[in-house]
T-cell receptor
């Protein structure tokens, strides 16, 4: 979707390294979701951010919302092979809880 | 396990054939959605439903029809399949106002030859 741009498109990191994925919106960010997709499987909900400045963490994954930049970042600390997959951000748009998704960031973690 | 179940998981169709993809959820969610996922395009919304008996068009509805006769089921139909409909299809459900977003099915990989 042109409404949400993710960067980088793909990323290869060595196990133990930190990494950051960005999601930039052309619209005001309200209701920004992060999902992870393992290859060949469905999407798993990671976390949701609702307002500027909000930051949430789950295990080694931290997501932040910068309202001024219209951007959210997903940071993984000390990456592990289990972190490999496709990370997608989704923005709540319109009614009925519809989500518009970014094109995803493919993460590979090497040993 | 509770969640969203999609059938079938894989299917190959010939151009012009029809088929129905079934999505079933057991979480009593009001909202259900059908998305397609294509390389470089991300997930795009095909159709959605806000409750039993209701459906609405999403971003890319052409060539698809849907029905939600029962709250737990959301069917996606292809009347005359085209190669452009080769994709991975995902169904998702949500309860209105949830902070947990969608629960996704595991997807249906459809190839139209």
């Amino acid at each position: 979707s042109q409404e949400l741009e993710q960067s980088p498109q793909s990323l290869i990191v060595q196990e133990g390294k930190n990494l950051t994925i960005n999601c930039t919106s052309s619209k005001t960010l309200y209701g920004l979701y992060w999902y992870k997709q393992k290859y060949g499987e469905g999407l798993i909900f990671l976390m949701m951010l609702q307002k500027g400045g909000e930051e949430k963490s789950h295990e080694k994954i931290t997501a932040k919302l910068d309202e001024k930049k219209q951007q959210s970042s997903l940071h993984i600390t000390a990456s592990q092979p289990s972190h490999a997959g496709i990370y997608l951000c989704g923005l709540q748009t319109g009614t009925a809880s519809k989500l518009t998704f970014g094109t995803g960031t493919r993460l590979q973690v090497t040993l | 396990n509770a969640g969203v179940t999609q059938t079938p998981k894989f299917r190959v169709l010939k151009t012009g054939q029809s088929m129905t993809l079934l999505c079933a959820q057991d979480m009593n969610h009001e909202y259900m959605y059908w998305y397609r996922q294509d390389p470089g395009m991300g997930l795009r919304l095909i159709h959605y439903s806000v409750g039993e008996g209701t459906t609405a068009k999403g971003e890319v509805p052409d060539g698809y029809n849907v029905s939600r006769l029962k709250k737990q089921n959301f069917l996606l139909g292809l009347e005359s399949a085209a190669p452009s409909q080769t994709s991975v299809y995902f169904c998702a459900s949500a309860s209105g106002g949830s902070n947990y977003g969608y629960t996704f099915g595991s997807g249906t990989r459809l190839t139209v030859v």
